[in-house]
């Protein structure tokens, strides 16, 4: 069906990263700015940080980074002791970063608009910090993949820090996205406590699954079903920037099992990996690859065309965005029924889905499964890259959040 090119709008992209960089946050700001300027939309860039000569100076870079590397470096029980000993002190620091962040938003918002730019609605993703004084008319939609309450659960920089922080960070995002005009999220689980845990209205709210950063190239084919993996030859691909909250060392164990079996398997573990995955022979270490590096993406695209199997056995996972990745190579994924993982493979149709508690035994018997039953595996092989191609991709996630901007945009010229 033939479709009516899209009128252009004007959007201001809220962001705490620069949107020409496609490292941080996991690559969602810099994505979802393409994705969005594929559908017709201007994006034009609100940065919650200063704006002026010296943002860039070699002096101002050397003091962030300094102060970066020593918040890194200080212990996870010192900053918790300090949150518990000093309940007030650590509540007034926080209030004080997201009154700066959004101080500096505003202003560069204002800015804007006295220049006479002029914008149809406001967008950002992970700004709850940016958005939390920020006073406009304009309709606001939001995006994220993960709340702070959920984070606060299963991510150890949050989850082990005192009440003191954990609960300020969640009146900021609880005020945050009270102010939004559309509240979207990646999966049904993060949707469901943005409602549970922040009482925003469930009509506001809706779910769009997000794409993969690492695609076939414009001259890769690929077809589905993929090839069986077996039991002469089982790749298989973990991709683990935290290797201790996706379970490296759990991984690891299950393909040591796996040859244990008489299977010849090799788990690739890109990330740093952990002593136990660096030390075990049936693992081959790719260390860390940067989606901004041509050479780390090619390598990237090369383990997933050559892989069989992606095992992704986290602790807690917003989305999960490196299944979508194995999906579009017509990979099949093993995940455990975490965050929005269970969302993003639909167990025994384009994977599988294991509790969180399973060992390592239960993760080998479940690639064991693939290896001996070929026709499962190639149904959740064409499964997968179709879902992939049809929804797990940054095409769709922009189409759906166009039509979601001009909803809250006509709305706002109606009133």
């Given at each position: 069906?033939?479709h009516?090119?899209?009128?252009?709008?004007?959007?201001?992209?809220?962001?705490?990263?620069?949107?020409?960089?496609?490292?941080?946050?996991?690559?969602?700001?810099?994505?979802?700015?393409?994705?969005?300027?594929?559908?017709?939309?201007?994006?034009?860039?609100?940065?919650?940080?200063?704006?002026?000569?010296?943002?860039?100076?070699?002096?101002?870079?050397?003091?962030?980074?300094?102060?970066?590397?020593?918040?890194?470096?200080?212990?996870?029980?010192?900053?918790?002791?300090?949150?518990?000993?000093r309940?007030?002190?650590?509540?007034?620091?926080?209030?004080?970063?997201?009154?700066?962040?959004?101080?500096?938003?505003?202003s560069?918002l204002?800015?804007?608009?006295?220049?006479?730019?002029?914008?149809?609605?406001?967008?950002?993703?992970?700004?709850?910090?940016?958005?939390y004084?920020?006073?406009?008319?304009?309709?606001?939609?939001?995006?994220?993949?993960?709340?702070?309450?959920?984070?606060?659960?299963?991510?150890?920089?949050?989850?082990?820090?005192?009440?003191?922080?954990?609960?300020?960070?969640?009146?900021?995002?609880?005020?945050?996205?009270?102010?939004?005009?559309?509240?979207?999220f990646?999966?049904?689980?993060?949707?469901k406590?943005?409602?549970?845990?922040?009482?925003i209205?469930?009509?506001?709210?809706?779910?769009?699954?997000?794409?993969?950063?690492?695609?076939p190239?414009?001259?890769?084919?690929?077809?589905?079903?993929?090839?069986?993996?077996?039991?002469?030859?089982?790749?298989?691909?973990?991709?683990?920037?935290?290797?201790?909250?996706?379970?490296?060392?759990?991984?690891?164990?299950?393909?040591?099992?796996?040859?244990?079996?008489?299977?010849?398997?090799?788990?690739?573990?890109?990330?740093?990996?952990?002593?136990?995955?660096?030390?075990?022979?049936?693992?081959?270490?790719?260390?860390?690859?940067?989606?901004?590096?041509?050479?780390?993406?090619?390598?990237?695209?090369?383990?997933?065309?050559?892989?069989?199997?992606?095992?992704?056995?986290?602790?807690?996972?917003?989305?999960?965005i490196?299944?979508?990745?194995?999906?579009?190579?017509?990979?099949?994924?093993?995940?455990?029924?975490?965050?929005g993982?269970?969302?993003?493979?639909r167990?025994?149709?384009?994977?599988?889905?294991?509790?969180?508690?399973?060992?390592?035994?239960?993760?080998?018997?479940?690639?064991?499964?693939?290896?001996?039953?070929?026709?499962?595996?190639?149904?959740m092989?064409?499964?997968?890259?179709?879902?992939?191609?049809?929804?797990?991709?940054?095409?769709?996630?922009?189409?759906?959040?166009?039509?979601?901007?001009?909803?809250?945009?006509?709305?706002?010229?109606?009133?």
């Amino acid at each position: 069906m033939h479709h009516p090119p899209l009128q252009p709008i004007r959007v201001g992209m809220i962001s705490m990263t620069d949107l020409d960089d496609p490292n941080p946050i996991s690559g969602m700001p810099y994505r979802m700015a393409r994705a969005l300027e594929g559908h017709g939309v201007e994006i034009v860039p609100v940065p919650a940080w200063a704006l002026g000569p010296e943002q860039g100076s070699v002096g101002r870079r050397a003091s962030n980074r300094i102060v970066q590397i020593h918040h890194r470096r200080t212990p996870m029980w010192i900053r918790r002791a300090h949150d518990n000993l000093r309940p007030g002190a650590t509540r007034a620091k926080v209030f004080r970063r997201v009154t700066r962040l959004s101080g500096l938003a505003q202003s560069n918002l204002d800015a804007l608009i006295e220049s006479g730019v002029q914008l149809d609605a406001l967008f950002g993703c992970c700004i709850s910090s940016a958005m939390y004084a920020l006073e406009t008319d304009l309709p606001m939609v939001y995006f994220s993949d993960a709340t702070s309450k959920i984070i606060q659960k299963t991510y150890p920089m949050l989850a082990l820090r005192g009440d003191a922080f954990r609960e300020a960070l969640y009146e900021v995002e609880k005020v945050s996205v009270a102010k939004t005009w559309a509240a979207v999220f990646a999966a049904p689980s993060t949707q469901k406590s943005a409602i549970d845990d922040l009482g925003i209205e469930p009509e506001k709210t809706s779910v769009v699954a997000m794409g993969a950063h690492v695609v076939p190239g414009v001259d890769e084919v690929i077809e589905s079903p993929a090839s069986c993996p077996t039991r002469s030859s089982c790749r298989i691909l973990i991709v683990a920037a935290d290797p201790v909250r996706k379970r490296v060392d759990l991984a690891t164990r299950a393909t040591e099992i796996l040859c244990e079996r008489g299977i010849d398997a090799k788990l690739s573990v890109i990330g740093k990996g952990t002593k136990v995955s660096r030390g075990s022979h049936a693992v081959e270490s790719v260390g860390v690859l940067r989606l901004s590096d041509p050479d780390d993406r090619k390598r990237h695209q090369k383990l997933l065309r050559e892989c069989h199997i992606q095992f992704l056995p986290s602790l807690g996972e917003a989305f999960g965005i490196a299944p979508c990745e194995s999906a579009h190579y017509a990979r099949p994924s093993i995940v455990a029924g975490a965050g929005g993982l269970s969302f993003v493979i639909r167990d025994g149709q384009t994977g599988i889905v294991l509790d969180v508690d399973a060992d390592a035994k239960a993760w080998a018997d479940a690639a064991e499964s693939l290896i001996d039953d070929p026709e499962r595996y190639r149904a959740m092989s064409i499964a997968g890259l179709e879902r992939a191609r049809d929804e797990l991709n940054w095409d769709a996630w922009g189409a759906s959040l166009r039509r979601i901007l001009d909803e809250q945009i006509q709305i706002h010229r109606q009133r």
